[in-house]
């Protein structure tokens, strides 16, 4: 907010000098005479526009988290050198307090499991790349799993690696669930059956896979072009108007359609069904079912 400062007038013209943000500006001739980049104001805000609610900024709220990250620590203090300056009876003393306050923490089993299965979750994020907000929400799903009672009786990391698929699938980021069982600690048919849960009580809206979404990622694997992925994506969405990839496993027909358009012109690079098919993670057949029709339409 601008302030008139009445210390003194422009050097230049003698005009009145106002001071707008760090800057102290002549109204009439604009020049600067002084400027601070030192924020002098207090450290806290106000939300109810006067001084009676101070609150001082802290990290970001997460879903990431049990507690929405409001929680503190004690930390070790030895980059700063503080804990070698503590007699041996301080640092035991601080050392049960350090085990006291994170017990609190984590007060109910229920919280326990959220901290385990948000681990989980970070860990399986970060093996398969995907961004941070697709972390919060599988962490929010997770937590709504929770709290209809869908974890009694399954597998944590089954849930956690199906929050992370159906996310995935609500996204349109493809990730298939032998690709997230292959970096989670729980096998497919945990997963298929945690997804299968979420999916019936919760009523993820998720519609069928598109083949299309697979295709930059497994192009990039296969080192095509850009002009073999436009070809495949040609031949995919002809597929999907006509209505014959119903019951097909979409992540062997986006590869099917990679290995005809690699095969269409001679100055492409080629790909064998087997490695269209290990891309897939499918069998060779279902590469030479799909390219049949396509050959057939």
């Not at 209809?148 to 669930?177: M, V």
């Not at 497919?188 to 299968?196: F, H, K, S």
């Not at 597929?239 to 062997?252: E, K, M």
């Amino acid at each position: 907010m601008a302030t008139f400062n009445s210390s003194g007038f422009c050097p230049e013209c003698d005009g009145r000098l106002r001071t707008s943000g760090t800057e102290t500006i002549c109204e009439d001739c604009g020049l600067i005479s002084a400027e601070d980049a030192i924020d002098r104001g207090p450290e806290w805000r106000s939300f109810d526009g006067d001084d009676t609610d101070r609150r001082r900024t802290g990290a970001p709220l997460t879903r990431s988290r049990h507690d929405r990250g409001l929680s503190t620590k004690i930390g070790y203090g030895s980059s700063s050198g503080y804990s070698s300056r503590l007699t041996g009876r301080k640092r035991r003393q601080i050392a049960r307090l350090r085990r006291e306050h994170n017990r609190a923490r984590i007060a109910t089993k229920a919280d326990r499991n959220q901290v385990y299965g948000f681990t989980e979750i970070k860990r399986v994020n970060a093996r398969l790349s995907l961004p941070d907000s697709a972390r919060e929400q599988a962490c929010a799903l997770f937590k709504s799993a929770q709290s209809e009672g869908l974890l009694q009786g399954r597998s944590i990391e089954g849930f956690a690696a199906a929050a992370i698929y159906a996310t995935c699938r609500t996204r349109s980021t493809p990730r298939t669930i032998a690709e997230i069982a292959a970096v989670a600690r729980a096998d497919a048919d945990e997963l298929t059956v945690a997804y299968d849960a979420l999916n019936r009580e919760l009523g993820i809206p998720t519609g069928p896979i598109d083949p299309t979404q697979y295709l930059p990622r497994y192009a990039s694997k296969l080192d095509l072009e850009t002009a073999v992925e436009r070809r495949a994506r040609e031949h995919a969405t002809a597929l999907l108007q006509d209505g014959l990839i119903g019951g097909r496993n979409p992540s062997g027909v986006a590869a099917a359609c990679l290995y005809k358009a690699a095969n269409e012109r001679e100055e492409w690079s080629t790909i064998t069904q087997a490695a269209a098919a290990d891309v897939a993670d499918v069998a060779p057949v279902t590469i030479r079912s799909t390219v049949t029709t396509l050959k057939e339409r």
